[in-house]
Nanobody, 125 residues
Framework: QVQLVESGGGLVQAGDSLRLSCAAS????????MGWFRQAPGKEREFVAA????????YYADSVKGRFTISRDNAKNTVYLQMNSLKPEDTAVYYC??????????????????WGQGTQVTVSS
């Protein structure tokens, strides 16, 4: 059974940093591209960042480029999202997702096969 478990969310002030983690189990982690999405209240789930199976390719939404960094440790079956210079508009539930094979467009929700339950990030002004 595949499980993706996010952690690291919380309440911070604007300008602060957070690091989210997503621990994967029940799958061959190195065979999956990994992504982060977020969903704010009343809005659709949107792409944040993705990293290829080997970690050689990364993708970012324009809104987070230069502030967020996605990384992965295939030995630990874990993907991370380092978030710096947080803004109130970054407030959302953050989800990690896994895409088997890494062949589908990484920015699209429908590309992903498995999802975590999400972790709340709240940024106060």
């Amino acid at each position: 059974q595949v499980q993706l478990v996010e952690s690291g969310g919380g309440l911070v002030q604007a300008g602060d940093s957070l690091r989210l983690s997503c621990a994967a189990s029940g799958l061959t982690f190195s065979s999956y591209a990994m992504g982060w999405f977020r969903q704010a209240p009343g809005k659709e789930r949107e792409f944040v960042a993705a990293r290829s199976r080997s970690g050689g390719a990364t993708y970012y939404a324009d809104s987070v480029k230069g502030r967020f960094t996605i990384s992965r440790d295939n030995a630990k079956n874990t993907v991370y999202l380092q978030m710096n210079s947080l803004k109130p508009e970054d407030t959302a539930v953050y989800y990690c997702a896994a895409e088997r094979g890494g062949y589908r467009p990484p920015t699209l929700r429908e590309s992903y096969d498995y999802w975590g339950q999400g972790t709340q990030v709240t940024v106060s002004s």
